[in-house]
Nanobody
Framework: VQLQASGGGLVQAGGSLRLSCTTS????????MGWYRQAPGKQRELVAA???????NYADSVKGRFTISRDNAKNTVYLQMNGLKPEDTAVYYC???????????WGQGTQVTVSS
């Protein structure tokens, strides 16, 4: 499984970015797709996840600002990030998990930098 992430960059506080992650395979029945992030000196943390059937889950720190969505026709998961804050600065990694108890497959990471 290959995942290609894109969309990171430098943005001012309050701005927006949209991350994309396209997979090499069909995602219709993929159990879970989403995004983690890792800031310097911190552990990787879950940002958002989208489950088969439409359920989503967000870290408390991004609720109301970030929106995750899946486009099965394009084998792509998106993360729309609005109201960005300097503390959102991190490398963002997309992942997929084909089954509930399966292994996560990871993309290469994309840098998001939010200036104050």
């Amino acid at each position: 499984v290959q995942l290609q992430a894109s969309g990171g960059g430098l943005v001012q506080a309050g701005g927006s970015l949209r991350l994309s992650c396209t997979t090499s395979g069909n995602i219709v029945n993929v159990y879970e797709m989403g995004w983690y992030r890792q800031a310097p000196g911190k552990q990787r943390e879950l940002v958002a996840a989208a489950y088969v059937g439409g359920v989503t889950n967000y870290a408390d720190s991004v609720k109301g600002r970030f929106t995750i969505s899946r486009d099965n026709a394009k084998n792509t998961v998106y993360l729309q990030m609005n109201g960005l804050k300097p503390e959102d600065t991190a490398v963002y990694y997309c992942y997929i998990r084909r089954t509930e108890w399966g292994t996560n497959y990871w993309g290469q990471g994309t840098q998001v930098t939010v200036s104050s």
